[in-house]
């Protein structure tokens, strides 16, 4: 995965690009889609406004229709030394427990997606330090998804947590 300013691409071992995830740069959500090899936009996830938690909503290709919402990620505590974000699957509408966990440090970059309160970990995800990550500030990732896992579902659970990073980096 390589993130760059407002988009970010992720290819397979081999470099073959996988999705792209496009930015909508003057949207009062902060709003992306991630798009297919072939630009076919997959998911919409959108920042909600007025949430405490720094909820993001994900939704089936381009819509922000209630009907088409699939996830929803929120921060499990107000005050946080250590990332930490809960999962909640649309037809959880309870959110008394969590669907998936992501487990995150903002300093190393790093994190760990759990299935639910356990510890079975479905994804993992670590900043590769390069020439091009030093030289020209292009980060690049390592991400591994364990069998069975959606690749597109982890790939929106990382720019999510990239984006609540980001804004953690801005008010310090």
């Not at 699957?89 to 903002?106: H, L, P």
């Not at 896992?149 to 008010?171: H, Q």
Request: glycine share 6%.
């Amino acid at each position: 995965m390589t993130l760059s300013e407002g988009s970010f691409g992720v290819t397979d071992v081999n470099g073959n690009i996988m999705f792209r995830v496009k930015g909508k740069l003057f949207s009062l959500h902060d709003r992306r889609v991630l798009l297919d090899a072939t630009g076919i936009p997959i998911i919409t996830f959108q920042q909600k406004l007025l949430s405490a938690h720094r909820r993001w909503q994900v939704f089936r290709g381009e819509s922000t229709d209630a009907k088409d919402l699939l996830f929803s990620v929120k921060k499990s505590s107000l005050i946080q030394l250590k990332t930490k974000l809960d999962v909640f699957m649309a037809c959880n509408t309870r959110e008394e427990v969590c669907d998936f966990k992501i487990e995150g440090s903002w300093f190393e970059r790093s994190c760990v997606i759990y299935a639910g309160n356990s510890t079975n970990i479905i994804a993992q995800m670590h900043r590769k330090h390069s020439a091009q990550s030093i030289l020209l500030g292009k980060d690049t990732f390592g991400v591994t998804v364990y069998p069975n896992v959606d690749y597109a579902f982890i790939v929106a659970l990382v720019v999510i947590l990239e984006e609540i990073n980001e804004d953690r980096s801005g008010s310090d």
